[in-house]
């Protein structure tokens, strides 16, 4: 496919994927039901390696370089390519995130991805096998050559890289551990926008599929302000649109099908003729929302070819390097388009959507939505009739502080382990390796299990549609089935209905949110229970910290609660998981056993919360936002 003239001139060297139009996140997209064309393929005409001055880079590949889907025998030449620190590359648990024009400067990922070998131990990776993938946005396809090139270079075996470089986050531990790979790599900004004027990620999962601990993610970073020299493979790009093996030496690519390894675990997990039969049904329709992000690669596949759903139940599912001009974070702001097909006259029966990477969903039902903090406590109420794989019932149940009190309920009536834990999925990944933990969750649109170790956002569309499929098997053509809003008003009927909402503002000045968090620090340091908060008396206030019971690790400051006597929560938190400024996030909660109270509008329900959460935190004197930018 030729490249367009205007992306040319922005990146000569890298071609589009299927367009050349730049991304806004401002603008609404509009639902597209496509007949999936093949992912756009093309021929690399990336930068060579130059030596003066020494920058690492992808090379480029004339079109009569061999056929990469026959294996190729060659001596291995490795480069030490001299290099100095750049600033700015603290690395997290999500990894690293930046605007890709950062990326692009000379070196810099390249010296990211050799100070991730400097920091693990040689039997981590030499002559092992590592997994390469990503959500197929923009600077995917130059990347995965550099960090192909740059592992060879450090002694690496083997890399098995998705089709395109597509492979969800999901996929990718899901593959680690089905071909015990020592880890790999996952090239994404989440649900962040895509293109050359917006994110760009990377992060390193270990070997049984989850994110690299702290204890990597530090030693990572203190690499990045040392490292002297970049060890690189003199080697051609690969062809990564073909599926096969390539060699060089000791060192070789395996291209692969991104879906097949993960929909074969979906299957052990699930029972799919129990699906088909809800699927297929012609009384049920359901819309699965890609945001022309990765799952698009995974819908057809699954939910067409093996669940029987009409193709026209996939919307947006082309993946696009510019996720097509659109923001993918499955919320009720940026799937707008979505929402209101399902909130529309004679909405679909359910919707779901996924992020940028995968790993994120988002539930609907007709005219309903389902809060993450909802879903992941009905997905665990309901989980050992409905989905095989936990026939024998949960081990546990977790989830993050700030997510509602939902899934404490399921765990206490199931008499079931329970945990809350800090927001990250790695502390997820501990207690899912000891074994004391199945199914877990965050308010941020996180669901997922122990079958993997990272957050699933198919997973979570096939445990509701599990779900609904056990509810309405016995009901024939003509009757009522019976919807997601009745699944859900039956869980709050028995467990109660905790009240929850979040608002997000984003890309506030960092000095401000900064400050604005110590001034509730200092507030809460001279709390006391029974101090009075308008008609709220305190329980408690702190700053919340967690030992971690399997490892004995501390994590602290992990946001700000205000707990009051009825239950009611207010938390305050810094997102760091944008590129730029910082996201406040204030997350309220009220819980209410009254039935019929259940119907109420939570944001009605919760506006004493949220009236008193804007006056402690002064939230306006200190960012100046008079609005979040999102509210779910």
């Keep these: 496919m030729a490249m367009e003239s205007a992306l040319a001139s922005t990146r000569v060297s890298i071609p589009s994927l299927c367009s050349g139009i730049t991304s806004s996140h401002h603008h609404h997209r509009s639902l597209s039901f496509l007949s999936f064309p093949k992912l756009c393929s093309f021929k690399y005409c990336f930068r060579t390696i130059s030596t003066v001055p020494f920058v690492v880079s992808a090379s480029s590949v004339s079109p009569s370089s061999p056929s990469t889907s026959v294996a190729q025998s060659q001596d291995l030449k490795i480069k030490s390519v001299p290099t100095k620190p750049i600033e700015g590359q603290k690395t997290g648990t999500s990894g690293l995130r930046k605007k890709v024009k950062v990326f692009m400067q000379d070196n810099y990922l390249a010296n990211w991805i050799q100070a991730l070998f400097n920091s693990l131990p040689l039997e981590d990776y030499k002559n092992g096998l590592l997994v390469l993938g990503g959500d197929g946005r923009y600077f995917n396809r130059e990347a995965a050559q550099i960090i192909i090139k740059i592992a060879a270079g450090n002694g690496v075996g083997k890399i098995l890289v998705g089709k395109d470089g597509i492979l969800s986050t999901p996929a990718v531990s899901a593959v680690i551990r089905k071909r015990e790979a020592n880890g790999g790599f996952i090239m994404s900004a989440s649900h962040n926008p895509g293109g050359p004027e917006y994110d760009w990620g990377i992060k390193f999962n270990y070997s049984s599929g989850q994110p690299a601990p702290e204890s990597i993610t530090d030693k990572i970073y203190g690499n990045t302000l040392s ?43 699930f029972d799919f003729s129990l699906i088909r039969s809800l699927v297929s049904r012609p009384d049920f329709r359901f819309v699965f929302d890609a945001m022309h992000a990765v799952t698009g690669a995974y819908a057809k596949p699954i939910f067409v070819d093996k669940l029987g759903a009409s193709l026209d139940s996939i919307a947006n599912g082309v993946p696009l390097e510019d996720f097509g001009h659109g923001h993918p974070d499955p919320n009720l702001t940026y799937a707008e388009d979505l929402v209101n097909i399902l909130y529309g006259e004679n909405g679909p029966d359910f919707g779901a959507a996924s992020d940028g990477d995968g790993d994120r969903n988002m539930i609907l039902g007709r005219s309903f939505f389902v809060t993450p903090s909802d879903s992941v406590a009905i997905i665990a109420a309901n989980a050992q009739d409905a989905i095989p794989y936990f026939q024998s019932g949960p081990k546990g149940l977790a989830r993050s502080m700030p997510t509602s009190g939902s899934l404490d309920r399921v765990a206490q009536k199931l008499n079931l382990p329970f945990f809350e834990v800090p927001t990250g999925w790695k502390f997820f990944g501990n207690l899912m390796d000891a074994g004391k933990l199945s199914i877990c969750g965050e308010e941020s649109f996180g669901t997922g299990s122990d079958h993997i170790r990272e957050k699933d956002g198919i997973w979570a569309v096939l445990a509701w549609l599990s779900i609904l499929a056990y509810r309405n098997k016995d009901k024939r053509s003509g009757e009522i089935l019976v919807s997601v809003a009745d699944v859900v008003k039956e869980h709050w009927a028995t467990y109660g209905r905790n009240f929850f909402s979040r608002y997000d503002y984003e890309e506030c000045e960092s000095e401000g949110a900064n400050n604005m968090i110590e001034h509730l620090r200092d507030l809460i340091s001279k709390s006391k229970a029974g101090d009075k908060y308008g008609s709220y008396s305190l329980d408690f206030a702190d700053d919340f910290a967690y030992t971690d019971p399997v490892d004995g690790s501390i994590a602290s400051k992990q946001g700000v609660r205000f707990v009051f006597s009825d239950g009611s929560r207010i938390i305050f938190r810094l997102s760091g998981t944008g590129s730029a400024g910082a996201t406040v996030r204030i997350y309220i909660e009220q819980f209410e056993p009254d039935v019929s109270k259940h119907d109420m509008d939570a944001q009605i329900a919760l506006k004493p919360l949220i009236d008193l959460a804007l006056s402690i935190s002064k939230l306006k004197d200190f960012t100046g936002r008079e609005k979040p930018t999102v509210i779910t």
């Design 227 to 269: 490292i002297s020299e970049i060890k690189i493979a003199d080697v051609p790009d690969v062809d990564l649109s073909q599926l096969g093996v390539t060699k060089y030496g000791n060192f070789s690519v395996e291209v692969v099908d991104p879906v097949a390894d993960y929909l074969e675990l979906m299957e052990n997990v």
